[in-house]
């Protein structure tokens, strides 16, 4: 590849005289037009052969520069000038295919505007910015405004994301007396960031998350590296999370599941394999986790997630399984594996649940009897979305197994919207979707306290019906995330809960997005 940046610029012994470093970070070597500019906007130009070939130019002509590769990386060009430098120009006609164009300038201009969410090719010329207003909402902050913030070159190097709200308090839900309505955080960020390290190892990036957000103070860092076919990705992440104060809780769809002033922080490595066959395709993740940089908590696992999607004309037939193996005498509530969906660290990771608002906390609850909001994760056993699933040990004592650290788990869902076309209008050009399927979900999780044997539940089972309603465009605006909200309707569970009475019955429950 070619890549050609201007490094440090310095005055030399004599008057007017500049010493100009390049350097050749690509492998490739071509020569070099540049421009220097000075104070008073004059125009100097000046060319660099890399051969005794040399171009008919009207610029100055400087020594050759000869080298590839590790030989000869830098260059020194001596530069006469009448007034004080100003700026330096690599290429400025733009024919060089460099693949960095930020570097060709030393003084780059950086440009803010408007993101209207409507496509526009990359600029590959400059370091885009791009700001907009940002308006949202939960159940303790009520209406947040704010401003996000967008930048990056080539959605490779530098790219980063900042939104950040000030809450206003105004439409507030889902509070009683307890809660002290005023306590809710004024200002709340989210800081994403992401940057190629392929100069170092190809195919490789770092990225990094900060956050206060929803009472929860988090960072992430990471570092991931793709194979050549980008079929396969291999990951190593570190992630800190804290809510310091009894207000953090109340934003929380469910206040029990997270404990306040201790640090949950561990250490991640995982595989990504993307792979495809006759109509179909899928992907499976191996992940390790341990508790790192804490002594609130002491808790690892190894999980394994294998999803698969298939096309048989009229009929899809997406198929998940599940297992995790847990260990650990003090485990985090948050990050623990919960048997009918996703664990609240989980929740987090989509702003619809990150916090109560959209969804009701009464739906969040665990009780005797199942409830109305499903996740989708975990073992996805959402048939007993809400129910604490209590069971008497050999003592007598009464545990509730919803959630653990071993448990294994396969899903089905048969998506059968193709006999029933009506119901998506051909006008919407499948910008939203309605879809309906049969799902089935099997699985067990362990019931033995946190140090002893490892002892499993027996296999619990749901079946039922559910509808997605996916709105997969948002008209013109480009870049949104699809969003799914399902419908699903577990008719039956083999293990009843303490307050149902049938096997056989209709309960329903309120999805955000699909594990699978």
């Known amino acids: 590849k070619i890549d050609y940046k201007i490094g440090r610029i310095k005055k030399g012994k004599n008057a007017g005289e500049y010493l100009i470093k390049f350097k050749r970070k690509g492998d490739m070597q071509m020569p070099i037009d540049f421009t220097v500019l000075d104070k008073n906007d004059s125009a100097y130009h000046y060319y660099i052969p890399n051969t005794w070939f040399e171009k008919p130019v009207r610029a100055n002509v400087l020594p050759r520069w000869i080298g590839w590769g590790k030989v000869k990386p830098t260059y020194i060009a001596k530069v006469q000038l009448s007034y004080k430098i100003k700026n330096v120009i690599i290429d400025p006609s733009r024919r060089l295919a460099d693949v960095d164009m930020m570097n060709n300038v030393k003084h780059q201009r950086v440009n803010i505007t408007f993101d209207s969410k409507i496509y526009n090719p990359l600029d590959w010329k400059h370091y885009e910015l791009k700001a907009r207003p940002s308006l949202w909402y939960n159940g303790y902050d009520g209406i947040k405004v704010g401003a996000h913030l967008n930048g990056g070159y080539m959605n490779t190097k530098h790219v980063f994301d900042l939104t950040a709200w000030f809450s206003t308090g105004f439409g507030q839900a889902y509070l009683d007396s307890t809660n002290k309505k005023s306590n809710y955080n004024i200002v709340s960020f989210i800081l994403n960031y992401k940057t190629s390290t392929s100069k170092f190892i190809k195919k490789s990036n770092v990225y990094a998350t900060i956050k206060s957000l929803d009472g929860l103070q988090s960072a992430l860092v990471g570092f991931e590296k793709k194979s050549n076919n980008e079929r396969n990705r291999i990951y190593i992440q570190a992630k800190a999370m804290l809510r310091d104060l009894p207000n953090d809780l109340v934003y929380l769809i469910n206040q029990n599941e997270w404990q306040i002033q201790k ?254």
């Open 263 to 516: 640090l949950n922080s561990y250490l991640n490595v995982g595989i990504d394999h993307n792979y495809s066959y006759n109509r179909g395709i899928g992907t499976m993740n191996l992940n390790a986790r341990a508790s790192a940089f804490t002594n609130d908590y002491d808790y690892s696992s190894l999980q394994y997630t294998a999803i698969n999607k298939n096309d048989l004309g009229k009929i899809n037939i997406n198929t998940r399984v599940y297992a995790q193996l847990g260990f650990g005498l003090k485990q985090a509530s948050e990050s623990m594996l919960f048997a009918s969906g996703a664990n609240p660290e989980d929740l987090m990771e989509n702003k619809y649940t990150r916090s109560m608002g959209f969804i009701p906390p009464s739906w969040g609850k665990y009780g005797t009897e199942t409830n109305h909001f499903n996740a989708g994760g975990g073992l996805n056993l959402r048939g007993y979305s809400g129910y604490l699933l209590a069971q008497a040990d050999a003592s007598g004592l009464m545990n509730y197994n919803y959630k653990g650290m071993t448990g294994a788990s396969a899903s089905v869902e048969i998506e059968f919207g193709e006999f029933f076309k009506f119901l998506n209008f051909k006008k919407l050009n499948n910008t939203i979707k309605i879809n309906p399927y049969l799902f089935g979900d099997a699985g067990s999780i362990n019931t033995n306290a946190p140090g002893k044997a490892t002892v499993m539940s027996n296999v619990m089972a749901d079946a039922g019906l559910g509808f997605a309603l996916s709105i997969q465009k948002w008209g013109p605006l480009y870049g949104l995330k699809p969003l799914t909200i399902r419908f699903d309707m577990p008719f039956f569970i083999n293990r009843l809960p303490y307050a149902e009475k049938d096997y056989f019955q209709f309960r329903w429950m309120i999805g955000i997005n699909r594990a699978f």
